[in-house]
């Protein structure tokens, strides 16, 4: 189909483009932008009059629950809720039930994705025979059938040797090993440590339980000759950004991201045993939520991730410490990213950066063909492409989510902008309800 979406004001951080202009769309690929050829006839035209036209968005961290967990989400469902807030391309960490460690698994869900011609998803494999932290996975078998990097999810290597084989195996063939830093003993806790959690005798996760992971870490990567490429999911402290930070400066290839709920939200948000407030990593408290702010700011944090984990009503609405960790959070990651550039007196280029060409630059050569598309508005390039309006608030309730799980942390909070289409490879894979100027 041929596209044309027109009156808009597009933005994309990859080539630093703002501008007002026109972009024509033709076998699923952006063929112009600005200028139109005279002879170039959609079959639909979109009017994105007041909307900003930006690339679609790439989340690193998206689980969909499928295979395995179909009570808490299914991919019709959680892709659904994708291209509802804008995402087109989404990461998804290995923990699935079976876990993603052979490469049949993986070929099921990229089929079963590709299916369904909503967002682009990405597997992560697992970087151990059934997380198990003992046994490497087959990466390169794991790799031809589509993962873009190697991970454990929640699950903690506690074996260094076999973390720094890992590391040497991927630095060997180029992989990228995706790991969320925190020692296995002191992060049994369900809320951060500090006053809030003793009052609430809750067991505490301290800040060392992040560091002391990095600390390990980035040691083990000082000593592999060529570098040892990883990704940081989801840091938590400020201490935890000062030593991604100094790694940075040294020239260690490392790049992190940071989830919506510890951007946003510090532990006395809890309240009284709120479970929704029940998340991995623990809210921490304002400076390192202050800290986490600032680094993304600054680019020493690559990405903001949604860290979408649906969970249903009967894992969620337990006492506190027993509630499932997770929240819904993917179709609000585009007005929470907006959120806090307001905030941070920055414009919606940089909001949208941490959305688009941070996460691209994340995944690099792991995209194949796809890496001079997936977040970037290029001319020739894969047309994903997001259209939403940047002054048109909406508050966020569990009956406006289109994800499985209806539990989220930001209940109630306002969001200040719409999506109003997502394109997916030149097809329209989500409008807005009631907005006739797309129709």
């Known amino acids: 189909m041929k596209i044309l979406i027109q009156n808009g004001r597009v933005i994309d951080p990859a080539s630093g483009r703002d501008e007002m202009a026109d972009v024509a769309i033709a076998a699923g690929r952006i063929i112009a ?24 968005l790439v989340d690193l961290c998206v689980r969909l ?98 973390l720094l084989r890992a590391l040497q195996y991927a630095a060997t063939f180029g992989y990228t090993v995706w790991l969320r830093p925190q020692d296995l003993w002191l992060g049994k806790g369900v809320a951060a440590s500090g006053p809030l959690a003793t009052r609430l005798g809750l067991a505490g996760v301290p800040a060392a339980a992040e560091t002391i992971a990095l600390h390990t870490l980035f040691e083990l990567m000082r000593g592999i000759k060529g570098g040892a490429r990883v990704h940081l999911c989801r ?86 410490a027993e509630a499932e960790p997770g929240a819904s959070a993917v179709e609000l990651l585009l007005g929470l990213a907006c959120t806090w550039a307001q905030q941070e007196g920055m414009g919606l280029m940089q909001a949208l950066s941490v959305l688009t060409h941070g996460p691209q630059q994340v995944l690099g050569a792991s995209l194949g063909t796809l890496q001079a598309s997936v977040g970037q508005l290029a001319v020739g390039g894969t047309a994903d492409v997001l259209v939403f309006h940047p002054d048109a608030p909406w508050t966020v309730a569990p009956s406006a989510l289109r994800s499985q799980g209806r539990h989220t942390p930001f209940e109630g909070h306002e969001m200040p902008v719409s999506v109003r289409a997502t394109l997916v490879a030149g097809q329209i894979a989500h409008t807005a309800e009631g907005v006739a100027a797309l129709a």
């Open 33 to 56: 932008i600005g200028q139109i050829a005279a002879d170039f006839h959609p079959a639909r035209t979109l009017d994105a009059s007041g909307c900003i036209v930006a690339p679609g």
């Open 235 to 320: 840091l938590s402290s400020a201490a935890g950004v000062a030593l991604v930070r100094a790694a940075k400066a040294e020239g260690l290839p490392v790049t992190c991201d940071v989830s919506v709920h510890n951007l946003h939200l510090t532990d006395v948000d809890i309240g009284f045993y709120d479970s929704r407030f029940r998340l991995q990593p623990p809210l921490r408290q304002q400076r390192d939520r202050d800290a986490l702010r600032a680094g993304l700011a600054d680019g020493t944090i690559d990405a903001l991730v949604s860290d979408h984990n649906p969970v249903d009503s009967d894992a969620k609405t337990l006492p506190f």
């Open 65 to 162: 629950k499928e295979p395995g967990q179909e009570h808490a989400g299914m991919l019709e469902s959680e892709t659904a809720a994708a291209v509802a807030g804008g995402v087109t391309s989404l990461v998804c960490p290995p923990d699935t039930e079976p876990v993603l460690d052979e490469p049949g698994l993986v070929d099921m869900l990229k089929f079963r994705a590709e299916k369904l011609h909503r967002s682009r998803v990405f597997p992560l494999g697992a970087l151990t025979r059934g997380l198990g932290g003992e046994v490497l996975t087959e990466m390169a078998e794991l790799t031809e059938a589509g993962c873009v990097g190697f991970g454990q999810a929640e699950v903690t290597i506690q074996n260094t040797q076999v």
